[in-house]
């Protein structure tokens, strides 16, 4: 079972997440309209490991795009002035571009592992947490405990509150 | 920030989707013009083109390169601002930046598209174009990456992937809040374009880290790009293309007609989408100022390609530095000084920075100058190189000066579609510029 409930202000939403947060909830969704840094303090987000995949991305880029343009050299020779087969200052060129491609992509693939997205299946949501209502989510919440974070977000002025069935 | 009040955050979703989910008659019939004009003055002079050879062209066997390259560099340029200013102003965290980034990278987006196309028309045999990939084959044949011009594939390809990305990954909360307005069809594609994004504080925090990565990497991804496409000159030992100066000017004169062409898309979003409220006067005149200091710094470069061409004191480079200044083609480049260098100037005065109008005739101007800037490098160098008797001009036919009309018509589709398509404005970051939710507020 989840329990939402919708605020109208920043700080209720806050103060409840932490209520909800120091009541022993831990299973706890905070949907904005806007990216809140005070959220993700409350939640305890701190580096992201996007960065990881950021860095693996580029060094993986570094080494396939030089391996790329060495490799490809090798199997169709193409003498030119009697210059070196292997040349390094135009190889770098082809390694930092394909340091920045890899980088990118696997940003994009870091973002989608750590954030979980995409996830089309239904959620707890409430559409007008897109436009100007800050939304707290509680998750997995034990039918007894239901009554008491109800209490908790109503108690921090919670313009609506609703009860959802969670997917199996 | 805003010229007429602050909105609310429900006013900022309803004014920007109110653009996507409402569609007049005028929209349609502007889309069906450019699209006409593509199709005619593009799309049909190509198709000939291909039946009949790049002989239909004006180039010739002194000028092997014409308008249709110096069209990719200006398209490329062109592009340079959108994803670029945009990562800039990310980093930097300013704040002028959130109303006007989007429209500015989906330029970018699109010049490139339009550049790339200008490499399929000069290319001839376009049905060959996959030969310059490193895709195996059954000739065994790889592409040589000791020459620019592969280096060019491989930028362009980079930069149009990653500004893809950079636009898209910033849309995904717009993406959200177009899915939560609308129903049907509509909603269900928008589910899949935002992922099923919800706006959770996970999902706000990973998307902060990644595009400020995304940003990063464009950055220097950017300035790679235009100085790539400058060696496709400069690495040549042509008089007028042989300058160590050219990358800098290339990027210079790239991040300018770019910032110009952002004033023009400004222009057009506030007057056709009615974005007065969102694209006001701090955006204006901050562009303004960028364009003195960037017109400053390209006339500095300017001067220096001049003197140093001199400076060198070979016959051949004089004999170009001539043909550029008093042959002809000179009346078009004293056009680009006075476009490019003299016009700008006119925006010290803040009367000017502050006119919606007046911007938007010296950015037209400025891009007139770019375009020509473009034209005069490639149609004043090689026409000139080293013997007299390889001496020739190159004047672009009927083809080529209607493909270069056309390309306008297919930057002009692109955007009228993504403006239908994607938030023209970025809905959560204007929302970040606004009072917070709070009571105190």
Not at chain 1, 25 to 53: C, M, T, W
Not at chain 2, 15 to 25: F, R
Not at chain 2, 103 to 125: D, P, Y
Request: glycine share 8%; proline share 4%.
């Amino acid at each position: 079972m989840a329990i939402m409930g919708t605020f109208a202000f920043e700080e209720d939403f806050l103060a409840v997440a932490r209520s909800l947060q120091s009541s022993g909830f831990d299973n706890i969704s905070l949907l904005s309209p806007l990216p809140l840094e005070e959220a993700q303090e409350v939640l305890g987000l701190g580096k992201s490991p996007v960065r990881h995949y950021s860095l693996a991305g580029a060094i993986l880029g570094a080494i396939s795009g030089f391996a790329m343009a060495v490799g490809t050299s090798l199997v169709f020779i193409l003498p030119t002035g009697g210059r070196a087969i292997i040349t390094i200052p135009p190889f770098l060129i082809i390694t930092y571009e394909m340091t920045i491609l890899f980088g990118v992509l696997f940003t994009l693939l870091g973002f989608h592992f750590v954030s979980g997205l995409p996830a089309w299946r239904d959620r707890p949501y409430w559409s007008s947490a897109s436009v100007d209502r800050f939304v707290v989510v509680v998750e997995g919440v034990a039918a007894e405990q239901l009554a008491r974070a109800e209490a908790i977000i109503r108690d921090a002025g919670a313009d609506e509150i609703r009860h959802v069935e969670e997917e199996q | 920030m805003f010229d007429h009040g602050e909105p609310s955050y429900a006013d900022v979703n309803k004014d920007v989707l109110s653009t996507m989910l409402e569609t007049g008659p005028r929209y349609w019939m502007l889309l069906g013009g450019t699209m006409s004009v593509a199709g005619i003055c593009f799309f049909m002079p190509w198709i000939y083109q291909l039946f009949v050879g790049v002989g239909a062209a004006g180039m010739n066997r002194n000028a092997v390169w014409g308008s249709y390259l110096s069209n990719f560099i200006f398209w490329i340029g062109l592009s340079h601002s959108g994803t670029l200013l945009s990562a800039v102003l990310h980093i930097t965290n300013s704040p002028w930046r959130k109303a006007i980034y989007r429209s500015a990278e989906a330029m970018t987006l699109f010049s490139l598209m339009t550049a790339a196309l200008f490499v399929m028309v000069h290319l001839g045999r376009v049905w060959f174009v996959h030969w310059s990939f490193p895709i195996p084959n059954q000739m065994g044949l790889w592409p040589n990456f000791r020459s620019p011009l592969m280096f060019d594939v491989m930028a362009i390809t980079t930069y149009l992937t990653a500004s893809s990305i950079f636009i898209y990954m910033g849309s995904v909360p717009d993406f959200a809040a177009v899915r939560d307005a609308s129903t049907g069809m509509r909603r269900r594609l928008y589910t899949i374009f935002s992922f099923g994004w919800r706006g959770t504080a996970r999902e706000w925090h990973t998307l902060g880290w990644a595009y400020t990565f995304f940003a990063v990497f464009v950055i220097p991804l950017a300035v790679s790009v235009h100085s790539i496409v400058s060696w496709d000159f400069a690495l040549s030992a042509v008089p007028g293309f042989h300058h160590t100066i050219f990358a800098p000017y290339f990027v210079t004169g790239a991040i300018y007609s770019g910032t110009a062409g952002i004033v023009t898309v400004m222009y057009c979003l506030r007057k056709f989408l009615g974005f007065e409220r969102y694209i006001g006067q701090v955006h204006l005149d901050s562009l303004g100022k960028l364009l003195i200091t960037l017109s400053l710094i390209w006339s500095y470069i300017n001067i220096l390609e001049l003197f140093s061409g001199w400076y060198g004191g070979t016959s051949f480079e004089l004999e170009a530095l001539k043909f550029r200044l008093t042959g002809f083609y000179a009346p078009l480049y004293w056009e680009m000084i006075l476009f490019c260098a003299f016009v700008p100037m006119l925006m010290l005065s803040k009367k000017i920075r502050w006119s919606w109008n007046k911007m938007l005739l010296v950015s037209v101007l400025i891009n007139i100058g770019m375009l020509t800037e473009r034209f005069i490098i490639v149609a004043t160098s090689q026409p000139r190189k080293f013997l007299p008797d390889a001496f020739g001009y190159y004047v672009p036919s009927w083809i080529e000066i209607s493909i270069t009309v056309g390309s306008f018509a297919i930057f002009a589709t692109l955007f009228l579609i993504f403006i239908k398509w994607v938030p023209a404005i970025s809905i959560y970051e204007v929302k970040e510029t606004l009072k917070p939710l709070r009571r105190d507020a």
